[in-house]
């Protein structure tokens, strides 16, 4: 069994930083694929980022490229979430999901990862 479990996240006014982590343990973790979603009030979930098993490759939502960075330390079975520049629309229940995956693609929906962290909340205060 995988567990997923996020750290990060609070209350912050706009344009400050954050960094959201996710641990895996109970797997490999060089073999998961990792992503990144939110879901704001009243709105779908939405893909933010997703990182390959490797670290090689990476992808991001138009909507926080250029502000928002993920990496991972497989040393460590985490992956990272640096969020800069936020903005009150970035307000959102933020999870990390990973996928046991035996190739170096992104996965860049939902429906796709296999297990889910519980979610952590991110405030942006205009």
């Known amino acids: 069994q995988v567990h997923v479990v996020q750290s990060g996240g609070g209350l912050v006014q706009a344009g400050a930083s954050l960094r959201l982590s996710c641990a895996a343990s109970?797997?490999?973790?060089?073999?998961?694929?990792m992503g990144w979603f939110r879901q704001a009030p009243g709105k779908e979930r939405e893909f933010v980022a997703a990182i390959s098993r490797s670290g090689g490759d990476t992808a991001y939502a138009d909507s926080v490229k250029g502000r928002f960075t993920i990496s991972r330390d497989n040393a460590k079975n985490t992956v990272y979430l640096q969020l800069d520049s936020l903005k009150p629309e970035d307000t959102a229940v933020y999870y990390c999901?990973?996928?046991?995956?035996?190739?170096?693609?992104?996965?860049?929906?939902?429906?796709?990862?296999?297990?889910w962290g519980q979610g952590t909340q991110v405030t942006v205060s205009s």
């Open positions: 999901a990973a996928r046991n995956t035996g190739n170096y693609r992104l996965y860049m929906t939902g429906a796709e990862y296999d297990y």
């Open positions: 109970g797997g490999t973790f060089s073999s998961y694929a």
